[in-house]
Every structure is written in C-alpha cells, then in structure tokens.
C-alpha cells in the first residue's frame, strides 16, 4: 500500500458552537487508495456534507489529521490549499454550482486557468470531450442559467475532471438526475476508476448507487458505523 | 494564473453587471472632465489677470525715489560719532527725478546677458483741460516700439497705432477713461497745462484701455521727446528705466545688485505685485480642493459599486475558491474591475475635458476692458491632465482595494452549506 494511499483521514473531529456545542463528526478515521470507489451515506444531517468539506480542504477547523497525497494539509497557508484543491481534488456539490457569467465549456474551462499547464486549446478540447461523455456536448455554448438541474449537475461533474485530479469528491452528485442519467454518471466514475486509476468519494442518499461501488462507509451520528 | 484569465472573468462579471459598471465609469469620466475643464478655465482666468498686470510692468523698474537723505550731516561728523541723534520732520531736498547718466546705464543693461530688453520713460504730471475744469493726469512719455516689444503696449491701444506717436508731433494716446470724460474722438486736439503752468496741445491719435479704471482715468502716453518738452527739459532726461529679464524670478536678486551698483532706486515686480501672487495662488488652491473633491467622490461611487457586486456574487467567489481559486486570484479579479473601470471611465473624461475646454475657449468673453480677449481663456496644460489621470487610477485602485480584500476573504463553505 503506502505510496498507493490518496487520501488518509486519522480521527478527524469537528463540532460546531451556536449556541451550544454540537459535535457533529467524532474521531472518524479512514484511508482510500489509488482506484478506489467509494461513497459514503448517512442519513441527513449525520454530517456528510461537513466531512466533505474537510476532506476538500476547504475547511480547515477541525482536529486530527488529514493528509492528501502524502501531504499535510494542517499548516499550509490559503494560497497552498487552494493550489493543492485545483491540482489534486476535483469537487462536485450537493446543489449544482456554476457561473452564471459563462458558458457551459468556459465553466468546464475555469479550473485548468488557474492551474495554466495546458494551453488554452488543449483545454477546450478536454473540456468539450468531457462533456460529450456525459451527453451535453450539444449545450456547450450555452450559458450556465440556461441549463436545466440536471444538465448543470453533469457540467459540474465535468468541471471536476479538467485538471485530471487524483481524487474527485462529490456531494449528491445524482440528485437531480433521473436513473438513466445516473447511470450514466455512474458508469463514468466507474471507467475514471478502472481506466484512469482516480479515486471516488461520492456522497449518496441512492442505496443503488452506493451498493453498486466497491466501498460504502457509512456515517451515523457523526461516528463511522460500519463498512 | 494568467492575466488574460483574469480579466476574462472580471469582464464576465462586469458584463453581468454592465449598467452599474457603467454609472461606475461616467461618475469618473464626469469628474475628469470637469476636473480638467476646471483647473484649466481658473488657470487660464489667472494667467489673464496676472497679465493685465504682469506683463505690462517691468521686471525691474530703476528711479530716483524722493525720500529724505538716508544719511544726516550729523551723522558725518566726527564730534558726535558716539551719539545718538533724533531729528524730526526731515525733508527731501529738492532731488531730481532724472537719472543721471541714464544713456549709459541703458546702454550698460542692453548688454546684461540677463536682460531681455529695457525701455526708458518719462513721466510727467500734467492737467486735462476740459471747459472750466482741470483733470488730473499723467503723460508717460515712451519708446512706442520698445513698449510694444516687452510690455504689450498694443493689445491695449483702441482706434489708432501706437507707432504714430513717433509719426505725428505733437501726438497722445488718450487713457479711455480720461478720453470719455472729455468726448475726444481720434484726430480731436486736447489742451493740457504742464505743472510749470505751460500749456500743449496734443492731437490724440488713439486710446489706452487696461481693464483697470483708475489708470485709464489718469495714464495717457506721448513720445518720449513730446514729453520732455512738456517737462521742460531736453532729450537726456529720463525718470524711469523699465527692464524686462529673461527669468522673472531673478528679478528680486538683480534689482538688488543695480541698486548698489548704478546707486539708485531699483523695483522688482514681486515686490510691486505681491498681492497679485496671493490672489492666484489661492484662487489655484480653491479650483484643485473642487477638483480633487469630484475624483474622491467617483471613487466613493466604485467602492459602492463594487461592495454590492461582491455581494451580488458571493456564489461566484465562493466555486472558484472551492475550484482552487486562492485569495489573491479573487482579489486580482476585483482590482481589475474597479482598474477598468478607472481607466476607461479616465480616458474618456480626459477627452471630454479636453473638448470641454475647447468649448470654454470659444464661448465669446465681451469685456469692454480687456480688449484682446474675445473668448473664455482657458489653459490647456499637459499636468492638469496628468493630475487627473493619475489620480483617477489611484482613487479607483483605492476603492477597489477594500472590497476586493473583503472578496479575497469569502468563506466558500458558509456560501455553499448556505444554498
Ligand atoms: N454552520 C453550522 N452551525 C451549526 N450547525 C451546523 C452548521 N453546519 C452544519 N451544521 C449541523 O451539522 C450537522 C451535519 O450537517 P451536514 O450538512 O454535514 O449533514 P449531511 O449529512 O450532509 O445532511 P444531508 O444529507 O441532508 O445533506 C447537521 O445537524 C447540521 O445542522
Ligand atoms: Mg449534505
């Protein structure tokens, strides 16, 4: 294993204070490795989302450790966290997120700006072959609010591929899609698993999808019950 | 991160927002010009005054000033050398107004390197005749060329040329004040009695208008010979030697130096002027205290702006954070709008200011007492408009700072959980 591990969580444990403390994670300790599908589920409010967010760096008000790649993420400024999510961690959310002022390709686009390794060509023409894997090469060009739920959730999802991260977390992902979609949107995490060796943490209230990943970590009460 | 990325996404979001973006950049172009327009009509307002006085008098003006002898018999004689003396009611004796050897002393100053021309005077006090009544009145006899060449004599000659005063004995320019109040037309003749009783007639072949009443009341000119025959005296006797220098700043220090070395009185025009320097140094200070006011308040108006697009898309700040977008990316993002809007709302009020000022300058300015000006004067130079456009970035900057620092500090997890 060792080098194979992506992503170690050792007893990481937040509780939030208004007014009263409420511990809303406690001590919860995993690891996933290189090629590894996992979702985790819970019921609402056994605080998925907040562990996401910890996971995703973007939260950095916790204790215990968390190390992304072999790297610590306790300690690192703002700017270096930011760097390490656009590099390694593509993100897609529990309530779709996209820029209203762009196109759907420009939003697919943003992330590779500001990692600047590919040209701006080479980016579009990931971007546009992503979103024609998910079937909505033909919305391209159209503007972020013109997208329906769903179409918005699968640019998203698209938008966490660009950089080609190491690992891809996502929050309700097929949410707001219908089964053949996410079927679809399945199929393509299992290929970006099997064939390009990244890594899954997706977040699911669908007992379907979760059993149908290699791995179900379930969170109850902010405790890690069973996998 | 490049800075065409930048400023793609910054032009998105302005896009989305193009109408306060764009009261954003009128507030700035509208006080860039009338900041420009501004200073330049007050500067041009000033120059014009001054020059109503400035360029008519004499950088150094050297005379034989009527005062009692600075030094007493007294005070020369060896008995009370360890004495204090106290004499009252001293009088001048009866010193002449001519200066001696003034020929040389002209000749001496043409060839002062510093010196950019010098014209001789005479003046002598005179009366207008009018009927039964006496006017008051001073000839200046002059070098009409010499007046024209340094003092602008011409841009305040009405109705004739000041060139025939050497042309026609026996001629005088008539000040227009003095002019109205006895009727005199061109080509009339006017009497007037010397202080020694004498009296000349004088054909007038023109008029004198400095925009300042009092003198055109009292000043007329002649030629300096027709003058000196009305004093009496011959062709040596000059009163006043008017000098203009090359740098009107050195004028202090060189009326010092020919004071002691021609031993006579010497006047510089900062000390015969000063209130004239106040006067436009305030008025500059007035005109750039407005003018300065306008550019803060524009700026006031981005920072408004921009705080409410920051709030407006706290979304927008809160996916490219979650995307790897650090701080200083987001900060990048918002100076550049706020910097845009600067410099283009800057540079079209530099262009309107200029056309503002143009059409100052041709707005007609009838003053019956200045005769050479016909339009609004206005100023055109280059550093009102530096001023304001280094300003205009720098206000713009500033009001994008605060609120591009607010943006850079956007928790993306509280935007998020918050949907
Ligand atoms: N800022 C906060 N302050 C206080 N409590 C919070 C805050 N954010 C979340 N919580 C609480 O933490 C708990 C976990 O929230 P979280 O969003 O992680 O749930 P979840 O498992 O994602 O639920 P869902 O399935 O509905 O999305 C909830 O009880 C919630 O009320
Ligand atoms: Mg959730």
Redesign the pocket.
Known sequence: MGKNIILEAKSISKS???PVK?D??KEVSFSLSRGEYASII????????????ILSTMDTDFTGELLIDGIRVRGKSEKELASLRNEKIGFVF?FHYLLNEFTALKNVMLPGFKLDKLSEEELEHNAYGFLKDLGIEKLAHKMAYQLSGGEKQRVAIARAMINDPLIIMC??PTGNLDSKNADIVFNIFKELTEAYNKTLLV?T?DMDFAHKTSRIIE?GD?RLLKE | MKVKHITEISGALMRARWKQTLVAAVGVTFSIAFFISLLGFMEGLNQLLDGIVLNRTPHVRLYNDILPSKVQPIELSEDFKDHYNFIQSVKPTNTRKEIYNAPQIIDKLSNDGRVLGVAPKVTAQVFYNLGNIDLNGIINGINPEKEAAYFSFNDYILGGNSLDLNNVSNSIILGQGAANTMRAKVGDIVTVTSTEGEQFSLKVIGFFQSGISEIDKVQSFASLSTTQKILGENNNYISDIQVKLKDLNQAPAIAREYEHFFKIDAEDIQTANAQFETGSGVRSIISYAVGVTLLIVSGFGIYNILNMLIYEKMDTIAILKATGFAGIDVKKIFISISLSIGIVGGFVGVLFGFLLSITIDAIPFDSPTMPAVTTYPIDYGIQYYSIAAIFALVTTFLAGWFPAKKASKVDP??II?GK
């Open positions: 939030f204070l208004n409420v809303v994670l819970g019921k609402s409010g056994s605080g998925k989302s907040t562990l996401l967010y529990q929050d309700e977040v209230h969170l902010g | 997890v509280i959980r």
